[in-house]
């Protein structure tokens, strides 16, 4: 018989399966590496490897402790970092200074640690990068203890009265010898409870759990540590406790000495024949949760029964009412049976101890509680020995039951112990929760949700249960577990599933079956009990919008990196589970196809996700254009449906979400103006635009850079090598042209303006910005002529570059100033790179000639030179201009040789091609010759010719001309025929100006365009001074060009008081040539008060040299020196000349440089410039040097225009026509001075026109004749001509009374009809050209007239009707005599040119007003009313005192010219009535 086993102990193998599957801890490692190796943990920052953290242990006071930082370049490409020092006193490295790594190098950056107190220090040293910056920590710790240990320890389920064990590491990983000692609560033990860890190290503590009660346990123990355990650290320790419990079955049928309802702990085997085996089995059940134990005691399988029965017998002697031997026992006896079900056995144990010396009979009277059944009912105990007692009853309802059990020991009634026991039947109640609804919140069709719902078991059994889903909903609804069995009082979660197939409403019903587990004496098919479920839940479908329809990034950085949040909306009722598309469409300049293959420049931190319902979710973009162009990125998304029935339509149909833009652009920096100061202060900005090649240098800079410009994205030291190597495919000239030698250095302006939409940061690196400082050993001592040419070049400093980087926003401009110093003669040259951050380099070849002081030197910008396109057939090609600068100190004469011209116009048919209209001329120091060329092609093709430029006493040129010429009827609206200037070699800025500038011009550069010949164009310029406190005198220079005979500017000279401004009227005078006019006008400017000084120190220079001339003293030494006197009077004759001819009124004499006195020689001058500079201060000092003028500062203005032929400029400016004045009468002053000119010339001609008319022949001069005859005959029979004439004539004409003469009024009469009256107009005074017969015939005619039409002749006076006729007639011959005499006026250029004039200087004074503030032109015009139409009526515009009214503007405006008002300079005219 197998009641109850004892306890045992479980093995270490259960005891570690345990601690396998429950996972009480995190394992914790111990450290891999020790504390030292842990801090030289490095990172990579952009391909610089450098450890983390600097760390400093055992430090004292009062002394320096230096670490090393090392840096490496684990890249393949050079590094260039910068870094800034520790922000606190107590951390020193070396002054900041530049990093440049090439790849594989590393750098040691010492850093000291100076410790002031006994405390801890930390700081930081930051690097910065191009792509970011990154810091380096740097501490000092103190010695200190430090334990690390698991912070929580969860051990397997024990039973009580048992035990389990786990453990965990406990590592030293502070800097001190540490001791610990744990304190621990019960019922948990640690082992070592104390101990002794050296740094680095660690201990293995175990943890014993042995419970006493069932719990859950949830202790804290205490770590105490330190050098007297004053520091302290918890652990959590958790485990759960329950009691062990196993049942005993035997399965089978009952004996028949065995009652229904006993304890079935009987084996029967039955009656069994000898020498037979008979077998039964045993089942063995243990209900609890937590592993159970047990051993069976075996005693003899095999029974064999005896022939006999051994009765045990009890009894005692002692007498009635006799007293027993007192028993002394324990008895431990529980108080409630175990809770079961309805009709079914319930069991517990009674122990009676003995102990006493006596043995002790027992007896349960079980009559007096017949529900309970005892075994054994009676027996004794033994002293010292035990009995348990087995109770078992059945309960048969719910209700509580009493159960008193009487127990007789030593067969005496006084004896009697009663042992009260309770018992009660538990019933199946399960408890949902919700009442037995579950709710599911909207789920997307196609996606499932999953919601944990609990049940509670509410007795004190375990019971099974099942759950039941309808078929029809089992794809709807599904439930995990399913089936399984809850513990007293257990509640359990259960994860159900709700997957919609549709979008509807669902309401479904699930059922779930709890019974009780079989039990000794139960059925064998138990009771359920059934509860029903509701599961009401919604199929839905949703959208997902974005915040924004389109995010747009504006201009991104090419290569760089720009991020944005996209904000996802779910307005619907369900979470909705996506995944994002995105498409990059790329637009702009490039080819389409090549496009499609680049990788998508926009990246999202995540592509799939969930957004519950009236939610949002965010996903960061992050995008890195890779060209210079247009980026759209189209969003679109799918709803991701796992669950879909159909396995085809997992996911949805891709739905537009929205749109990312971007532009990608590269940095981008332009030259907008530049001027010129110091040697090269004579050139104009246009041809320094030509000599810096500036419009080549801006139409690079707006390409996108190649990839090998990209191959260092910022200035950088790259190079070993003294000439650095080149990236770039683009090299321009950035000429500074020529000056003598020790002159002022040419010093250029440039106006840098960042056009782009991005900062830019640009810099000019010379070859010593770019290459790697070397020790001195390691550098190559063998160097090629170029490169020391540019070494001497570097060292001596003659190019500078002043700021040599910067950075611009965008539009923001400025001004970097590149000189070239003229110290040794010859031609300096320097490769400079400009370098723009992040995009283009060019180099630039710096360029600058140094001349002897007496050496004739023109500069050759270029070898070639092409002219501007012209149309074929023109009958009148425009001149061309070809510059000539001269930058030496002296003047030169040029000659150009015309052989090869000559054999080109053989070779086309005679046809001057090219024409140099001035071969000869000569050029002034600091100046430009215009040479006048005319290109005339006669076929479309490109005509060249080599021209040798002869340079007297200097270096000659062979120059190559080129020319175009093309077919404007084959080429159509493409050609350029309009064109004047580019827009790009134009500036338009007016603010850049030279150091010491106080005046400027309002604009630099006046473009007049396409004008007509023989026009009249003027333009209105500003002077002003902006000092505030000295007047500035001006004086313009037009030139010796000879487009300038046709160019005037008033005034040409005169003063600007301090903050004031004037005007200057500019006119040109277009000649009867086509031409190209590039005029460079030069305004030389003084201040007034320094000019007057010079011109008084002058004056008494100049009398004491005449004083000095006059006066003088002979010696006896003087007698015989004759010689030295002659050539004294020849020095003294040079210097009068000289200074006559200093003598001119204009300013241009005060402001130029006046020879010495008398001439220093100098025979034999030093080697060295500084001793001869010497030498002439201390011959200087001895003389009275000439004053020296002022320093003047040149301001130029550019002018230029291109005139055609009336013919050329009607068909293809017809419209711009009325714009233009035309000067009638310049036509005849011109065509004379040609006429003189060619007079002049021996009668060649060198009119392109005449030129051309020689070369025809007699058939087409022919062809000519008979065109014009046809054109003129067909005209004289056109009679619409005829009406367009006639209505010409009777125009009205304004003004005409004034110009009334006796002459015109005399012709009136002769065209007057044969009937009108002669006293319409006044007798003309007679006319000395008129003839005496003529005037006799005309006097005669009025006189018959007057008698006929007037009877005061015969003496009588005339009637009224007849006087009213007459004076009818009168006034109709006074309108005709009006209308002829407007007609004849309006055909005189005078009236014309008169009208011009009235307008030009009405224009002018209005502007002039509006620049004093006098008139606001932008203010808004108010009408005043005129009277009204009846009061008007009255009013006659002839009658005297009564002026017409007229409309007028109120407020500020434009007003005629006064007396007041009139300007200096121009004539004005008043008109009167």
């Given at each position: ?17 345990s ?14 590496r ?17 450890a ?41 490295t ?28 930390e ?13 380096v ?12 240990f ?22 030293n ?40 009660m ?19 650290r ?55 949760v ?82 309970v ?24 309802d ?16 006084k ?19 919700g ?35 309808q ?42 079956s709890v019974w ?29 919008m ?82 210079q ?68 240098l ?57 056009n ?31 490169e ?62 140094t ?153 630099h ?82 201040m ?82 500084s ?37 050329d ?25 040609a ?68 002459e015109?009024?005399k ?26 017969g ?35 007639e009168?006034?109709r011959e ?62 006659s515009?002839a ?35």
């Open positions: 018989m197998l009641a109850q086993m004892p306890r045992g102990l479980p093995s270490a193998n259960s005891v570690r399966s601690i396998r599957q429950e996972k009480p801890m995190s394992p914790l490692k111990p450290p891999e020790s504390a030292r190796k842990a801090k030289e943990k490095k990172g990579t920052f952009w391909g610089t490897e450098v983390e953290v600097l760390h400093w242990h055992g430090w004292e006071l009062g002394k320096e402790f230096t670490k090393h930082l090392s840096l490496k370049n684990v890249h393949v490409k050079t590094q260039k970092l910068s870094y800034r020092p520790p922000a606190t006193r107590f951390f020193i070396v002054f900041p200074q530049p990093i440049v790594l090439s790849p594989g190098m590393s750098l040691t950056l010492p850093i000291i640690f100076r410790p002031l107190e006994k405390k801890e220090y700081d930081s040293i930051c690097f910065e990068k191009p792509e970011g910056e990154f810091s920590a740097l501490r000092a710790t103190l010695p200190r203890h430090k334990l690390l698991p912070d929580t320890i969860q051990l397997p389920l024990c039973a009580v009265h048992d035990f389990t064990e786990a453990s965990f590491p406990l590592c990983v502070g800097d001190l010898i540490t001791l610990f000692n744990w304190e621990t609560p019960s019922p948990f033990h640690l082992t070592p409870v104390s101990g002794m860890l050296e740094p680095g190290s660690e201990c293995v503590v175990k943890v014993t759990f042995q419970p006493q069932a719990l859950v346990y949830d202790a804290v123990a205490v770590c105490w540590f330190g050098d007297n355990e004053e520091q302290k918890t652990i959590k320790l958790r485990a759960i406790a329950k009691y062990p419990r196993l049942l005993v079955r035997v399965p089978g049928e009952l004996c028949e000495d065995v009652e229904p309802g006993d304890f079935r702990d009987v084996l029967c085997f039955g009656s069994v024949a000898v020498g037979t085996t008979v077998e039964r089995q045993v089942e063995i059940c243990n209900p609890s937590v592993l159970r134990h047990y051993s069976n005691i075996e005693e003899d399988s095999t029974m064999c029964p005896s022939w006999c029965l051994t009765i045990r017998l009890r009894g005692h002697t002692f007498e009635a009412d006799r007293q027993h031997f007192i028993p002394h026992y324990v008895l431990d006896s529980p108080k409630v049976f175990p809770a079961v079900g309805p009709n079914t056995n319930t069991y517990r144990s009674v122990l009676l101890w003995n102990v006493g010396t006596s043995p002790i009979t027992f007896c349960m009277n079980q009559d007096t509680c017949p529900s059944l005892v075994k054994p009912c009676s027996g004794y105990v033994a002293p010292g020995a035990h009995q348990i007692f087995l109770l078992s009853t059945q309960p048969a719910m209700a509580t039951h009493q159960h008193i059990l009487s127990l007789q020991l030593n067969s005496y009634p004896y009697t112990q009663e042992i009260p026991l309770r018992s009660s039947g538990e019933s199946l109640l399960l408890l949902l929760e009442d037995g609804n579950l709710y599911f919140k909207p789920t997307c069709v196609g996606t499932s949700t999953t919601r944990t719902y609990t049940i509670k078991n509410c007795t004190r059994l375990p019971m099974h249960f099942k759950w039941k889903i078929e029809s909903d089992s794809k709807v609804l599904s439930v995990k577990p399913a089936t399984g069995v809850i513990q007293p009082n257990e509640a359990l979660a259960q994860a159900w599933t709700f997957t919609p197939g549709e979008e509807t409403k669902y309401l479904l019903r699930s059922w779930v009780r587990a079989q039990g000794s004496s139960a059925p064998e098919f138990p009771k359920s009990t059934r509860y029903t479920l509701r599961v009401i839940g919604e199929g839905a479908l949703g959208t997902i974005a915040q924004e329809e389109q995010l747009d990034l504006g201009n991104v950085l090419v290569g760089g990196l720009q991020s944005c949040d996209l904000v996802l909306l779910n307005n619907g009722t369900c979470s909705l589970n996506y995944i994002l598309h995105v498409e990059q469409i790329i637009t702009g300049p490039c080819d389409p196809e090549e496009v499609l293959s680049d990788p998508l420049a926009l990246e999202l931190d995540h592509y799939k996700g969930m957004i519950p319902a009236r939610s949002k979710a965010v996903v960061q973009a992050t995008v890195s254009p890779a060209r162009l247009h980026y759209t990125w189209a969003m679109s998304y799918t709803i991701s449906t796992p669950k879909a029935r159909d396995p085809a339509n997992t996911v949805g149909k891709q739905q537009a979400l929205c749109c990312v833009v971007a532009t990608g652009v590269y940095p981008s920096v332009c030259v907008t103006d530049v001027c010129a100061a110091g040697s090269a202060r004579g050139i104009s900005k246009l041809h320094l635009w030509r000599l810096f090649a500036l419009e080549t801006n139409q690079y800079l707006e390409r996108d850079p190649t990839s090998a410009e990209l191959t260092y994205r910022v200035p950088t030291r790259h190079s070993v090598c003294p000439v650095p190597p080149v990236h770039t495919p683009v090299l321009l000239d950035f000429n500074f042209g020529a000056a003598p030698i020790e002159a002022e250095p040419s010093v250029v302006i440039l106006m840098l303006e960042n782009g939409v991005v900062p830019v940061e640009w810099a000019f690196l010379f070859p010593s910005d770019q290459k790697i400082d070397v020790e001195h050993w390691a550098e190559n001592t063998e160097f090629n002529p170029s020391l040419h540019q070494m001497r070049v570097q060292d001596n400093q003659l190019f500078s570059v002043s700021p040599k980087s910067g950075r611009l926003f965008p539009g923001q401009e400025q001004t970097v100033q590149l000189s070239h110093r003229h110290d040794f003669i010859g031609t300096d040259r320097l490769p400079v790179l400009l370098k723009v951050s992040h995009g283009r380099e060019i180099l630039l070849n710096f360029i600058g000639v001349v002897e002081r007496e050496q004739r030197y023109v500069h050759f910008t270029s070898t070639k030179h092409l002219f501007t396109p012209i149309a074929i057939g023109s009958s009148s090609p425009p001149k061309q201009i070809y510059e000539l600068y001269n930058g030496g100190s002296m003047a030169v004469a040029y000659e150009i040789q015309l052989d090869s011209m000559m054999k080109i116009q053989e070779e086309n048919f005679q046809h001057p091609v090219f024409v140099c209209l001035n071969p000869r001329g000569e050029i002034l120091p600091g100046t430009t010759s215009h040479i006048e060329w005319v290109f005339s092609p006669l076929e479309a093709r490109t005509y060249s010719v080599d021209v040798p430029i002869h340079i007297l006493e200097g270096d000659s040129a062979l120059i190559t001309f080129q020319g175009i010429g093309y077919d404007p009827h084959v080429m159509g609206e493409t050609a350029q025929f309009d064109q004047v200037l580019s827009p790009s070699v134009t500036p338009g800025s007016s603010k850049l100006t030279v150091p010491g500038q106080t005046a400027f011009l309002s604009q550069r006046i473009c007049l365009g396409n004008i007509p010949v023989y026009s009249k164009s003027s333009r209105l310029v500003f002077l002003n001074n902006a000092s505030e406190s000295e007047a500035v005198v001006f004086a313009w220079h037009v030139g010796t060009s000879n487009a300038s005979e046709m160019l005037q500017i008033v005034p040409e000279m005169g003063v600007v008081q301090p903050g004031e401004s004037t005007h200057c009227i500019l006119t040109l005078q277009a000649s009867g040539n086509a031409c190209f006019y590039n005029v460079d006008l030069v305004c030389e400017v003084v007034q008060q320094p000019l007057a000084k010079y011109e008084e120190a002058l004056q008494e220079w100049e009398a004491e040299k005449q004083r000095q001339t006059v006066e003088f003293t002979i010696t006896e030494q003087d007698l015989g020196a004759e010689s030295n006197l002659k050539q004294r009077a020849r020095s003294s004759s040079d210097s009068s000349a000289e200074g006559k001819l200093a003598k001119s009124p204009a300013v241009t004499r005060q402001c130029r440089t006046l020879p010495p006195i008398k001439n220093l020689l100098a025979p034999n001058p030093p080697v060295s410039r001793q001869r500079r010497h030498l002439i201060d201390h011959e200087a000092s001895r003389l009275w040097a000439r004053p020296e003028p002022p320093k003047s500062h040149l301001l130029h203005l550019g002018v230029t225009a291109r005139s055609h032929s009336m013919d400029f009607l068909s293809n400016f017809c419209s711009e026509r009325p714009t233009f004045f035309l000067c009638r009468h310049l036509q005849e002053t011109v065509g004379d001075k006429v003189d000119r060619r007079k002049d010339g021996g009668g060649v001609s060198t009119d392109p026109v005449l030129l051309a008319l020689v070369g025809s022949s007699e058939q087409e001069m022919q062809v000519v004749t008979d065109l014009l005859t046809a054109v003129i005959r067909g005209l004289l029979e056109d009679t619409q001509f005829h009406q367009a004439v006639s209505r010409s004539l009777t125009e009205p004409m304004p003004y005409f009374h004034q110009f009334w003469t006796a015109s009024a012709h009136q009469g002769r065209t007057r009809s044969p009937g009108g009256s002669s006293r319409a107009s006044p007798s003309p005074a007679p006319c000395a050209k008129d003839e005496p003529e005037e006799e015939e005309e006097r005669q005619e009025e006189c018959e007239m007057s008698l006929v039409t007037s009877p005061r002749a015969a003496g009588e006076e005339p009637p009224d009707s007849l006087r009213d006729v007459l004076h009818q009168q006034l006074e309108k005709e005599t009006i209308t002829s005499l407007h007609f004849g006026l309006s055909r005189l250029p005078a009236f014309g040119n008169l009208l011009e004039l009235v307008l030009e200087n009405t224009l002018q004074n209005i502007m002039v007003e509006a620049s004093r503030g006098e008139v606001v032109l932008t203010a808004r015009p108010r009408v005043i009313a005129l009277p009204p139409s009846s009061a008007q009526r009255g009013i515009p009658t005297p005192g009564h002026p017409a009214s007229l409309l007028c503007t109120a407020g500020p405006g434009p007003s005629l010219p006064t007396e007041g008002k009139e300007a200096e300079g121009y004539p004005q005219i008043v008109l009167s009535t």
